[in-house]
Nanobody
């Protein structure tokens, strides 16, 4: 199975932007879908959105219109572009596949902290 590594997090002011990356050890869409999840402090993980190999995307209502997911097959990487960040976007962000979800297997994630 592919291994996924998240990167690109950091500290940003409210209203700012960040782009997270999810790099796969093999074909990024070998499982058909790449999901982005996040876990805010003290809360459960929540789905942010996903991208299918066809390019179809889905976004949670809380990020719709601000976050955008794209993929680069040549680089085996999926990106999460986050615009107009809010304090409630502070979380550890993870990318995962359906296979990894069934195994409850998560990477180290990447921390995003939004300051007001």
């Amino acid at each position: 199975q592919v291994q996924l590594v998240e990167s690109g997090g950091g500290l940003v002011q409210a209203g700012g932007s960040l782009r997270l990356s999810c790099k796969a050890s093999g074909s990024i869409f070998s499982h058909g879908i790449i999901n982005w999840y996040r876990q805010p402090p003290g809360k459960q993980r929540q789905l942010v959105g996903y991208i299918r190999s066809s390019g179809t995307t889905y976004y949670a209502d809380s990020v719709k219109g601000r976050f955008f997911i794209s993929g680069d097959n040549a680089k085996n990487t999926v990106y999460l572009r986050m615009n107009n960040l809010k304090s409630e976007d502070t979380a550890v962000y993870y990318c995962t596949t359906p296979w990894h979800l069934t195994k409850d297997s998560w990477g180290q994630g990447t921390q995003v902290t939004v300051t007001s």
